[in-house]
């Protein structure tokens, strides 16, 4: 079953568009992290922000925003007045605490195109 | 500069052949992490060292192998290479064994077996 789903596969804005990326993560364990993470063309993983499962308040770094709600398991993040420069693969992750598992499990990323 | 440092960044070789991947991790990190991402199988974790130990396993095939040095720098080894390995091959670091800290990802190594 997956552990993080990112239902948006693609999605075009025009620049200064807000745009909310979704995702929705599956886990038994009551202890984890959510992450963002940024792939832009070039290639690298950029982290945008961690999140743990005991701090539901939602964080805002420039146009940048995340809101994480543990009774719908979303973690969904907002990007306002988008920029060409946001164009990027955005991937959402889940690290499991309690069960041992020290990996990443990634969504399958959603593919955000910013038209100028 | 996210302090991870893979080498080298592309990769073309032939069916059949062997090659390694090197990752330097983030100064202080004892864990590093590699996982593949390749068009089909979104990204994948494989293996997870920690302190020259393996900690964790993942969808690594039995061609590829890996192991973490003294100086904590690590290899990913990759044997009788198919069309269907090709693919991003990232490390990540980490400071403790747990990864929950946070991760550092290195900027990838492209691998194309033709």
């Known amino acids: 079953a997956q552990k993080v789903t990112q239902a948006q596969t693609e999605i075009s804005v025009v620049e200064k568009e807000d745009v909310t990326l979704d995702c929705v993560y599956e886990?038994?364990?009551?202890?984890?992290?959510l992450f963002w993470y940024k792939q832009p063309p070039s290639g690298e993983l950029v982290f945008l922000i961690r999140?743990?499962?005991?701090?539901?308040q939602n964080e805002i770094s420039g146009r940048y925003s995340w809101n994480f709600q543990k009774s719908t398991s979303s973690f969904n993040f907002t990007i306002t007045a988008s920029q060409v420069v946001d164009s990027a693969v955005y991937f959402c992750?889940?690290?499991?605490?309690?069960?041992?598992?020290?990996?990443?499990?990634f969504g399958t990323g959603t593919r955000l195109t910013v038209i100028p | 500069d996210s302090g991870v440092t893979q080498t080298p960044k592309h990769l073309i070789t032939a069916t059949g052949q062997r090659v390694t991947l090197r990752c330097s991790p983030r100064?202080?990190?004892?864990?590093v992490y590699w996982y593949q991402q390749s068009l089909d199988q979104g990204l994948q974790f494989l293996i997870q060292?920690?302190?020259?130990?393996?900690?964790a396993k993942g969808n690594i095939l039995e061609r590829f192998s890996a192991q973490q040095f003294p100086d904590l720098h690590s290899e990913l080894n990759l044997s009788s290479l198919e069309l269907g390995d090709s693919a991003l091959y990232f490390c990540?670091?980490?400071?403790?064994?747990?990864?929950?800290?946070?991760?550092?990802f290195g900027s990838g190594t492209r691998l194309t077996v033709v």
């Open positions: 990540a670091s980490s400071a403790s064994g747990a990864g929950n800290y946070g991760y550092t």
């Open positions: 886990t038994r364990d009551t202890t984890y992290y």
């Open positions: 999140r743990n499962s005991f701090d539901e």
């Open positions: 992750a889940l690290s499991e605490v309690l069960t041992g598992a020290n990996n990443l499990f």
């Open positions: 100064s202080g990190d004892l864990s």
């Open positions: 060292y920690y302190n020259g130990e393996e900690r």
